[in-house]
């Protein structure tokens, strides 16, 4: 039987996850196929349906339908409750259960740095979806402390751990920035036509010379923030590593087993053409 995959959103045409997903199959070999669907809003329940009923294996999430998929499936997995959101769908004895992989895949793409960065101080920036997925890793690399960086402060109250400052507080903000070993920049700002004024209103300055970037913006992969880091000397880490990483992760749920380093490769490889 051809395993049947898909990612649903409105609009879909830029997803970048049928490329990457395309390319693991084919290292894998497997019989399977990962389509783009665009589904409104109104026919969210319909392909939730057929999934539970054995036409699809798995399912990837996007926006709009992140939030709303919640209350459509039977169970929903501890990460995706703390980041309010759901962006993978698996199917196990007639259930379709909702999780999130933002948090592994974050997790993985800062793996390599982890023995410097465990019981260090982590900034994030941003206080949506992103923000709490980062906040959940932060967590478990035992961080010391979390301070969440927000335009408007209430919003970074969603975790009695974190410190919420505002970006408008330049004073504490490069005070949190001081004493940081990683950074995360969790909101839409490094997309746009505002990135420059975002960034250079930052203290970058005020960052240890140890300190490890990561932002999670990927279209542009390399951000005017990451520029200015690796300006400074800074190990940085583009948005596309979590992306490949969450990617894989999701693989691995609806396979049920691992994904090899040669399949993260091709995955990359494939996302970093699609970008170019
Ligand atoms: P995601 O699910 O990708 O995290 P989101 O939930 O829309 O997306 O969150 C985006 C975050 O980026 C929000 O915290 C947003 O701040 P507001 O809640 O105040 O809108 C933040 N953000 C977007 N543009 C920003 C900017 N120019 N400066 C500071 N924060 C910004």
């Known amino acids: 039987m051809t395993l049947r995959l898909a990612v649903v959103g409105h609009p879909i045409a830029h997803s970048l996850s049928p490329a990457m997903q395309t390319a693991a199959l084919r290292t894998l070999r497997l019989d399977a196929t990962y389509e783009a669907r665009d589904v409104e809003p109104r026919e969210l329940p319909t392909i ?12 990837n999430v996007t926006l709009p339908h ?27 004895g007639g259930s379709v259960i909702g999780t999130n992989t933002d948090v592994l895949g974050l997790h993985a793409s800062i793996a390599p740095y982890e023995p410097v960065l465990r019981g260090g101080h982590v900034v994030i920036l941003g206080a949506g979806g992103a923000a709490r997925a980062a906040a959940a890793v932060a967590r478990r690399l035992d961080a010391s402390s979390i301070t969440i960086a927000a335009r408007d402060v209430d919003k970074a109250a969603f975790d009695p751990f974190v410190s919420a400052v505002s970006f408008a507080d330049r004073a504490a903000l490069a005070a949190a920035f001081a004493r940081a070993s990683l950074l995360v920049q969790a909101t839409s700002a490094t997309m746009g036509p505002g990135a420059d004024a975002f960034v250079d209103a930052l203290p970058l300055d ?9 932002d999670l913006v990927y279209r542009p992969r ?11 000397d800074l190990v940085t880490i583009d948005g596309t590593e979590m992306l490949v990483q969450q990617g894989a992760a999701s693989l691995s749920r609806w396979l049920g087993r691992s994904i ?17």
């Open 48 to 59: 939730v349906g057929e999934l539970r009923d054995g036409r699809w294996q798995g399912l």
């Open 66 to 92: 992140k939030v709303a998929v919640l209350s459509l499936c039977d169970h929903v997995e501890d990460d995706a409750r703390v980041i309010g959101a759901v962006n993978t769908l698996c199917v196990a």
């Open 206 to 214: 005020a960052l240890a010379p140890r300190t490890i970037v990561t």
């Open 222 to 232: 390399h951000t005017r923030l990451l520029d200015a880091c690796e300006a400074r």
């Open 260 to 276: 090899d380093a040669s399949t993260t490769d091709a995955m990359r490889r494939a996302l970093h053409d699609a970008l170019r």
